[in-house]
């Protein structure tokens, strides 16, 4: 009679069948009944969203988004996409004005080179016109005049120009003139 009264012990493969079935979850028959203890879902936010910027524009839905709510508060605080394309288009003028008025206003690059005989100072002056495009002159200091002038594609080409320019004027001023 003892056999009766106990069960015998389950088997491995019943104790994971068991398993298998408390993670799948309540059983259909369970889950059909309501329960009273659940809260109604909230529902879901309208299809169109009015944003910051007072405009309406309609609310992207993705399938299965478990973040919509998140998305949705989102836009609530950011402009259209219309006012923000504006925005940025009016971001990018000021900022290529901005940047055009600040090369319009950069200083020219002086560099000065004194020729120790004769104490004839002369200054570089080479000045950045835009894209590859450089221009150049030589400035006698001692009387403030034009010696050379010129435009090139590139520095290292005008740099050599002028030193060509210096070159013939260092000559000029070695060589006696006619008296």
């Not at 408390?22 to 028959?29: L, R």
């Not at 529902?43 to 524009?57: D, I, R, S």
């Not at 002086?110 to 495009?133: C, E, M, N, R, W």
């Amino acid at each position: 009679m003892a056999d009766e009264t106990t069960m015998p012990a389950p088997s491995k493969i019943e104790k994971l069948k068991e398993r298998m079935r408390n993670k799948q979850g309540p059983s259909p028959a369970k889950a059909a009944a309501p329960t009273s203890s659940t809260a109604p879902a909230a529902p879901a936010p309208p299809a169109t969203v009015k944003h910051a910027c007072g405009h309406e524009a309609p609310f992207r839905e993705i399938p299965k988004d478990k973040f919509r709510d998140q998305r949705y508060q989102k836009e609530l605080k950011r402009a259209c996409p219309a006012c923000r394309e504006a925005n940025r288009e009016s971001n990018e003028d000021a900022g290529r004005k901005t940047h055009e008025e600040s090369q319009a206003k950069k200083k020219l690059s002086f560099k000065q080179y004194t020729d120790p005989g004769t104490g004839v100072g002369y200054s570089f002056i080479f000045h950045h016109l835009g894209a590859a495009q450089w221009e150049y002159s030589l400035v006698k200091m001692s009387s403030s005049q034009e010696v050379g002038k010129g435009t090139s594609k590139n520095l290292r080409l005008a740099l050599g120009a002028m030193n060509e320019i210096l070159a013939k004027l260092e000559q000029q001023e070695a060589t006696p003139g006619p008296a």
